[in-house]
């Protein structure tokens, strides 16, 4: 929602600052948007300051109020500290009323260009917040700076879901084509994606880091571009053109995507030095950030439910070390979910197995028991036909070695040395053989 700031009384809905309405008694008009007013008002239940949102009336001299309706109903199903929450929604002496947090501004208010070790937070913030809303299949449509809430302690939120659809089946048209210069070209045509979302947070980053919007029809390298090398790194560049290119196919598929992708690619100056000043009073935590990036990236494929003893980054009991500090001497006998444990590499176990298939050790002899809920397998021994789960190094069964790597479509490289799957953007050592990956890259 593109809200003009107004400093006067407002001449639309006939409100005034001081009035009650029902529980809220309002302080400021804060603005007027495409279909709502905005004001800054008391709750004078919680004793909290709050922003309403309320509809206009149209020129047909009833309240659009269809557009708040939608977001009510979105924004209800979409908790996360990243999406601008949703206090209360009522219909209040004929208004219907949407109380979100009152912001202290927007990403509009801040000047272009941006540090990138300011605007790595907020975006940072924005692009989790999407990756909840497109995992709930919600296509925002809108994202534009004047949409992401500053608040304090750090946070910033996206808001404002008026224009959002919901994914059900085939795509559909919208009537509202979102802020002009945010848009998509599929989008301005009626077809938004997820993808659609993507671009437009690129839109945002060149801008903010070039003091340069890019405009149709988006021919690569746009205006400043040598200013964005120069601010940040070929990676990262290369991160950026990726959203920014014209054919959505080509594009980050959705805003995890996206969120993986600009975690790998943030310039070493940002991750491992002080980030200049912080952003309200807090310095982000880029360790705890490229740690949840790598879990929403892997932490389902690979099991990665244990941590690290000494650098305490995630890992699964299938690694014969770990993959960030190449540590080598973890017991899982404790935290494994399995029935039993080998004696020998203190990995998991299930009772019929009769060798361990991390290291080769002795095994327990078979007997009648619940299965383990939860496992999964992913393969079949090429002799005796039994059950492997991903990344065994020997046959449970038949005491067979595994040559074959276990491939893993998600991971963009592999070890060169035994050819396993891995992810150098993350990862210092080889998690299956325990190599240094800058040695034998």
């Avoid at 977001?71 to 199903?77: A, K, N």
């Avoid at 299938?318 to 017991?331: E, S, T």
Wanted: include cysteine; glycine fraction near 8%.
């Amino acid at each position: 929602m593109n809200v003009k700031n107004s400093q006067t009384e407002s001449t639309h809905l006939g409100l005034r600052s001081g009035q009650r309405l029902g529980k809220y008694q309002l302080i400021k008009h804060l603005g007027t948007g495409g279909s709502c007013e905005v004001w800054k008002a008391r709750d004078s239940v919680e004793d909290i300051d709050v922003a309403l949102k309320i509809p206009l009336i149209g020129v047909n001299g009833k309240r659009d109020n269809m557009q708040l309706f939608r977001e009510i109903r979105l924004v209800s199903q979409l908790r996360h500290p990243s999406i601008l929450r949703t206090k209360n929604a009522d219909i209040i002496d004929g208004h219907l009323v949407l109380a979100t947090e009152v912001s202290m501004g927007t990403l509009d208010d801040r000047s272009r260009p941006m540090a990138p070790s300011r605007l790595f937070p907020i975006m940072i913030q924005v692009l989790d917040g999407l990756a909840h809303a497109h995992a709930h299949k919600v296509v925002h449509c809108d994202v534009s700076p004047t949409n992401i809430f500053l608040l304090p302690q750090g946070r910033a939120a996206l808001g404002d879901f008026g224009i959002s659809l919901r994914i059900q089946g085939r795509m559909t048209t919208i009537d509202d084509f979102g802020t002009p210069g945010y848009v998509a070209p599929e989008q301005a045509y009626g077809r938004p994606t997820y993808s659609s979302d993507c671009f437009a947070v690129g839109l945002i980053f060149y801008e903010y880091i070039t003091g340069v919007l890019p405009r149709w029809p988006f021919n690569w390298p746009f205006k400043g571009y040598q200013r964005l090398r120069d601010k940040t790194s070929q990676t990262f560049v290369q991160f950026l053109k990726r959203a920014l290119t014209l054919d959505p196919d080509k594009r980050y598929t959705h805003a995890n995507d996206m969120l993986c992708a600009f975690m790998e690619a943030i310039p070493q100056k940002f991750q491992a030095s002080p980030l200049g000043r912080p952003v309200n009073g807090t310095r982000p935590d880029w360790v705890k950030m490229r740690r949840e990036a790598f879990q929403r990236k892997y932490g389902q494929i690979l099991n990665t439910h244990h941590v690290c003893k000494h650098c305490k980054e995630p890992m699964s009991e299938a690694m014969l070390a770990c993959p960030w500090c190449g540590a080598a001497d973890h017991r899982f006998d404790q935290t494994t979910q399995f029935d039993y444990y080998c004696d020998r590499c203190h990995r998991g176990m299930l009772p019929e197995w009769k060798f361990c298939p991390w290291c080769y050790g002795p095994g327990y002899e078979p007997f009648k028991s619940e299965p383990v809920t939860g496992l999964r397998f992913h393969g079949h021994c090429e002799h005796c036909h039994g059950k492997l789960m991903r990344f065994m190094r020997y046959c449970p069964h038949c005491q067979r070695k595994i040559v074959q790597p276990w491939p893993l479509r998600s991971m963009p490289e592999v070890c060169g040395h035994c050819e396993g799957p891995v992810d150098s953007h993350f990862w210092r050592f080889c998690p299956w053989c325990e190599k240094d990956l800058v040695q034998h890259s």
